[in-house]
């Protein structure tokens, strides 16, 4: 039996296990991941193709203020993004769920090059709020919508909210999961980064292309320990 056949006869790895087990794959396979994302996203962002289009916005532009306490919710994303491949036991379950997660980021960039797109700017002095002063110089407020933040968060909402249900956890654990997506897709508006129609956008982005690339099935596969003979 070779690496990566999967039986159910083990004891479960636990956490630590869990997240140990092909830990250095993980790690450089989301760092790559997401330095391949930054690189494409980053020069659409200074390189537009075209005249870059503003999203206008709504009424719950105005009803939701700038908030700088959102900006750790807002940074979070890059820890909640990184949960579905650390709790996963294969390598083919990591490089699977990679080409799914592809597919919103891909979609999402073909929008941004063929329709350079930002939120207007904000009446808002940004140097009282270093913090986040230092966010928009690095990612300036462009390729809005769809807001790809969002998306990806709701993309690993779902797949986590299936992996905890196939795992039969705790309702307190699907309901963090669920809050804490909101939460980052709140933290987008509250620190002016996005728009309300970028959210809807993104959030749509996430959930169709979590029904198009199978998540739920992914999720509900490979849950046993990988052996080797």
């Not at 930054?38 to 700038?66: E, N, Q």
């Not at 909210?161 to 509250?190: E, Q």
């Not at 749509?204 to 490979?222: D, F, K, V």
């Amino acid at each position: 039996m070779n690496e990566g056949v999967l039986y159910r006869r083990n004891r479960p790895l636990g956490v630590v296990g869990t997240v140990l087990t092909h830990f250095w794959f993980k790690m450089f396979g989301t760092m790559g991941f997401t330095l391949c994302f930054f690189a494409a996203y980053l020069f659409l962002l200074r390189h537009p193709a075209s005249p870059v289009s503003l999203i206008p916005t709504t009424w719950p532009d105005a009803a939701i203020g700038f908030n700088p306490a959102a900006l750790p919710i807002y940074l979070s994303l890059w820890f909640y993004v990184s949960l579905p491949p650390v709790l996963m036991l294969t390598r083919a379950a990591i490089i699977g769920y990679g080409a799914r997660v592809a597919v919103p980021c891909l979609i999402g960039l073909a929008v941004f090059y063929f329709w350079p797109n930002a939120v207007p700017p904000a009446d808002i002095d940004w140097a009282r709020y270093p913090g986040v002063a230092f966010l928009k110089s690095v990612d300036m407020a462009g390729n809005a919508c769809p807001s790809l933040h969002v998306a990806t968060a709701v993309f690993s909402c779902v797949w986590l909210h299936w992996r905890l249900r196939f795992l039969r956890a705790g309702r307190w654990l699907l309901a963090l999961n669920v809050v804490w997506c909101v939460a980052i897709a709140y933290s987008t508006m509250a620190v002016k980064q996005h728009v309300a129609i970028d959210v809807l956008a993104g959030t749509l982005l996430g959930l169709l292309a979590a029904w198009g690339t199978g998540l739920r099935a992914h999720a509900g596969r490979w849950l046993e320990r990988p052996v080797s003979a």
